[in-house]
């Protein structure tokens, strides 16, 4: 389309046209990816087309013939082939007359490469409700406003104004050179006025150098206060910028809050003072009265905010009473932020900086210091401090020149101050200089401080001085607000906290430990000291949270102890603990201990190799107390645990008594290759007795999600000779999901006493247990508890179920009616809500279901088997024969919501099913049969699947080239009837026969 409206009217005597189409209701107009468009309405040539008209491409998109005089937003976007929106002419008397455009608000063009211009000069009268303008990606335009004309109908002496525009943004404009024409690299001239401009972006315009020129105002252009309602500056991406402000413009951006410069090359300064003005206020200070966030970023030759400094950012001849957001990343070049020489009577009475709430410092490889101590009564206000990757930044508060104007006896105080974190800090000795390697000494103080993150410094050995306060420094209480405390990263460290520092974190609710390789204790205390006696606890009272991730060295949480938390330090609160890669812990609690974290909730523990359990019962036997003196409840709120790759972990519990988790909902033992129980008081004394990672002494009430995995010494998962357990506490009734996986030495997976409780499992996954025989073995001791051979064991439940590896797996149920031993599942079974069943790997079973099942497999609605070698068929035939039952004994409808059926690799399937009266599945959708050589047919009798249609056949891969096709007919033409052909590889060198046969529903 290369017009919108094709017209065609009458010609004057001039030659001229004099018909025009108004658009008089029209107010909003966008045209968006039209590659072909040139015009809005395109004049006819006599021949009544455009085609193979020259003259049409220099049309503007609007001319004279059409008018929009209630149009107030207008849209551009990707019209690459107009070079003009409106024509250079000034309008006619008419044209005027119909104030085409006169009531536009936005303007936004982007995306039309050939674009030489946006506006022409005699436009801007009408244009006197421009609220809005966005010019972006137009690769040729070099100029926003064209005054090629010359026109002499601008108002205000030939400055061009734009009375309301409120918002300019130009983006990604490579050849832009000016705003209006006749200035060159110099985007804003004295011509050109903003009288309403508040929002002022630029981004991507690599040609400008300057964007307002250096000559101050006339009087006249002064009384035009163009861009004095400014509030917002951002700059980006200009390449060859200079600088960004003269200072002469300073007077009139006493609105503007936001100043945001970003990634310009060449820009060594933001405010140019060459011309050295004397028109700035406050005797050559230069003040931003209302500004509110500076962002300075990637600026690679910055040396200075206002010329006459070298690599001082800023020099106390600028100033920022009302700034609250400082920002100043991957500024290299500055060596310094603020002088380090303090403030004249006169610029402390300007009190630049004294709003700051917020300081952040990234980058700047230079930085030598953050802040002149001197600096520290101004920023009374701040909030917030972030100091990241400064590689050459040794201190954050410098104070070489020992000001005699810190309060409280020289203690520097940030008196608000909320957050600090200090990431990438190669070279940090110290927070305050005269300290080395000790970040916090006694004489800075936070006592508003909340949250403390620490990492990546490896200079520092010491966090805080051992060395206990002073009565003064007691009375500032410093750190007393602390809520988070997280270290990471720090190489030299060797303890956290020192232990008179407790008593000053009673707020403390997070510590997070990580990645510190010398750390061996937490908490340190100094044999000399003696704010505590042995016997005399010391309490974190809100402390919820402790992780302790990558501590090869970490032997105890405080000094002196052998288990990680001893009863020297309580924890009331406390709910989630994490030791992750502590590889010198042997031990977590004591029992004493253990009882008292009534709070603790998740308890997650991995990767300490010489750990051998969690919890030291001993201290009961000991202490000479019995068994009725001992609680059984352990952890009363905890509910999820995790124990993962613990090389050296014998039990969780080191108890002889009963052990009670009345919460625990998801349990996670991975990777323990030496354990031998969940306690120690449920290995049994016999030694013929198996390994049972759970007996009637280990009560799990509410557990609901249980993964087992890699436990090499585990024998049963339930021990089967003990009772069963109380009904009262039901242990094991709520479980939900159970995972077990990889355990060599497993027989057993549940006895039959433990069946009855789980009324509530609905996933069942076992996966690499070569040995286990049946997924529910007989008690040996509990018969008169089970039902007898002909009683059916029910899972109510159950819907998902995986058995995959299980190499001598022969039964679901070790019944003792061996005729059904092979068969997975007999008629003492049921699972009647089972919905997936995938089986892989399991070379010992022949069949799956005996056919009185398959009234039973109501909801099965996906069956996957794969690589099960002696498999023969999925339903068996010897019980239809042995019961004597006729082909109309059993409903022809077989698995009604079956969907999916996959069978791959049985090289001995011979059938699905061996029924001779008619099969229906009803649903079947998809069907995929792979390797299954020996296949002849799908079953005895028809077969009908009214939902499968033949789709594709996926071939096997051919694996040499020797490899020769062929084509039949038959395997399954019982299906609807239909011949399937079906691709069949036979490969010479192994004289074996592949079959893929895919059908799925079309």
């Known amino acids: 389309m290369e017009g919108v409206v094709g017209f065609e009217g009458e010609v004057d005597e001039d030659g001229l046209r004099n018909e025009q189409v108004c658009f008089s209701k029209l107010t909003s107009l966008s045209l968006s990816s039209l590659p072909k468009l040139v015009s809005f309405c395109t004049e006819m040539g006599e021949a009544g087309t455009t085609e193979g008209n020259p003259t049409i491409h220099a049309q503007p998109l609007f001319n004279g013939k059409v008018a929009f005089p209630a149009v107030e937003d207008l849209t551009i976007s990707e019209v690459p082939m107009i070079k003009e929106i409106w024509v250079q002419q000034p309008l006619s008397k008419l044209e005027k007359e119909v104030e085409s455009f006169c009531k536009l608000k936005s303007i936004r063009v982007g995306g039309c490469d050939q674009l030489e211009y946006v506006l022409p000069s005699y436009m801007l009268p009408q244009l006197h409700n421009l609220l809005d303008l966005e010019i972006r990606d137009c690769k040729e335009l070099e100029v926003i406003v064209s005054n090629k004309l010359k026109e002499k109908e601008a108002t205000n002496n030939d400055i061009l104004v734009f009375p309301q525009l409120n918002t300019l943004e130009l983006y990604g404009l490579d050849n832009l050179k000016c705003f209006c024409s006749g200035t060159d690299q110099l985007l804003f001239s004295h011509k050109v006025a903003f009288l309403a401009l508040e929002h002022l972006t630029l981004i991507g315009v690599p040609m400008i150098k300057e964007i307002w020129v250096q000559q101050p105002l006339s009087k006249l252009e002064k009384e035009v206060e163009s861009f004095c309602k400014l509030k917002s500056i951002r700059v980006g991406g200009c390449d060859q910028l200079e600088y960004v402000l003269p200072s002469y413009m300073l007077p009139q951006l006493h609105n503007l809050l936001d100043l945001e410069i970003r990634d310009c090359k060449e820009l060594e300064v933001i405010v140019s003072n060459k011309l050295k003005e004397k028109e700035a206020t406050n005797n050559d200070i230069l003040v931003f009265p209302q500004l509110n966030t500076l962002e300075l970023y990637g600026l690679d030759n910055l040396k200075c905010f206002c010329s006459g400094t070298d690599q001082l950012l800023f020099s106390h001849k600028v100033a920022f009473p009302a700034v609250e957001d400082l920002t100043i990343s991957e500024v290299p070049m500055i060596k310094e932020i603020w002088v380090q020489q303090p403030l004249s009577k006169l610029e402390k009475e300007v ?100 949250h403390l993150q620490i990492w990546n410094t490896p200079s520092i050995t010491e966090i805080w001085d051992k060395k206990p306060l002073s009565e003064p420094e007691q009375e500032i209480e410093s750190f007393s607000k602390l809520v988070t405390i997280d270290v990471y990263r720090c190489d030299q460290l060797v303890y956290v906290l020192p232990s008179y520092m407790l008593s000053h974190l009673q707020d403390l609710q997070k510590l997070e430990i990580e990645n510190c390789e010398e750390v061996e204790v937490i908490v340190s205390k100094e044999l000399k000291e003696k704010e505590a006696t042995d016997n005399d606890p010391i309490v974190f009272s809100q402390l919820k949270k402790v992780k302790c991730s990558s501590l090869p060295k970490l032997k105890s949480f405080y000094t002196g102890t052998q288990l990680f938390f001893s009863n020297k330090v309580t924890f009331p609160r406390l709910e989630n603990l994490e030791l992750d890669g502590c590889g010198s812990l042997r031990c977590i609690f004591q029992l004493s201990m253990a009882r008292v974290l009534v709070n603790l909730q998740q308890l997650i523990i991995q990767d300490c190799s010489k750990m051998e359990a969690v919890v030291d019962g001993e201290e009961e036997i000991e202490d000479g107390q019995g068994r ?76 609901e999600d249980l993964l087992v995995l890699a436990l090499d010494r585990i024998e049963e998962i339930w021990d089967k000779q003990s009772p069963l357990v109380n009904q009262e506490t039901m242990s094991f009734g709520q479980l939900k999901i159970m995972t077990v996986k990889s355990c060599g030495k497993l027989t057993n997976l549940f006895p039959s006493t433990i069946l009855p409780r789980l009324q509530n499992l609905q996933t069942l996954l076992v996966d690499g247990c070569p040995n286990v025989e049946f997924v529910v073995f007989k008690n040996e ?106 082909r109309n004994s059993i409903d022809k409808t077989l698995l009604p919501h079956l969907r999916k059926l996959e069978l791959r690799c049985l090289p001995r399937l011979r059938r699905f099913c061996h029924f001779r009266y008619p099969v229906e599945l009803p649903l079947l959708s998809r069907m995929v049969i792979l390797g299954c050589p020996k296949m002849n047919s799908f079953s005895l009798g028809q077969v009908s699947t009214p939902n499968l249609a033949l789709q594709g056949i996926s071939p096997i891969l051919k694996v040499s080239e020797k490899a020769r096709e062929m084509e039949f007919q038959t395997i399954m033409s019982q299906l609807n009837d239909v011949l399937v052909t079906v691709q069949l590889i036979y490969i010479d060198e192994i004289n074996t026969a592949h079959v893929q046969l895919t059908l799925t529903n079309s």
């Open 351 to 450: 009190e630049s900086f004294c709003k700051l709430k917020s300081i952040r410092v990234w980058g700047c490889d230079q930085l030598e210091y953050v802040l002149p101590s001197y600096m520290l009564p101004q920023l009374h206000n701040l909030l917030d401090l972030e100091i990241r990757d400064c590689k050459e930044l040794e201190v954050i508060v410098s104070n070489k020149l020992k000001e005699k104007e810190a309060t409280n006896n020289d203690i520097l105080v940030f008196p608000q101050l909320n957050t600090l974190e200090l990431y990438g800090l190669d070279n940090l000795k110290c927070f305050c200089s005269g300290t080395d390697q000790l970040l916090f000494s006694h004489k800075v103080a936070f006592p508003a401080l909340e």
């Open 628 to 703: 009725k003196s001992t609680d059984k409840t352990l952890f009363p709120h905890l509910s999820k645990l995790e124990l993962r790759r613990l090389l050296e972990l014998r039990w969780f519990c080191h108890f002889r008594y009963p052990l009670e988790l009345p919460l625990l909902s998801k349990m996670v033992i991975e990777f323990c290759p030496k354990l031998n129980s969940f306690s120690s008081g449920s290995v049994s004394s016999s030694a013929h007795a198996q390994m049972a990672l759970f007996n009637d002494k280990v009560i799990l009430p509410g557990l």
């Open 781 to 886: 001791k509990g018969e008169e508890q089970v039902a007898d051979d002909d009683s059916t064991l029910i899972i109510p439940q159950l819907t998902h179920l995986q058995i995959l590896d299980m190499e001598k797996l022969k039964s679901f149920y070790s019944s003792t009616t061996t005729s059904n031993a092979e068969s997975l599942f007999n008629h003492q079974v049921t699972c009647p809500r089972l919905e997936n069943l995938e089986l892989e790997e399991c070379k010992s079973l022949r069949c799956i279901f005996q056919p009185s099942m398959a009234s039973v497999l109501v909801d099965l609605q996906e069956l996957i088997i794969n690589d099960c070698s002696k498999m023969e068929a999925v339903f068996d035939r010897e019980e239809e024969i042995e019961d004597g039952q006729g």
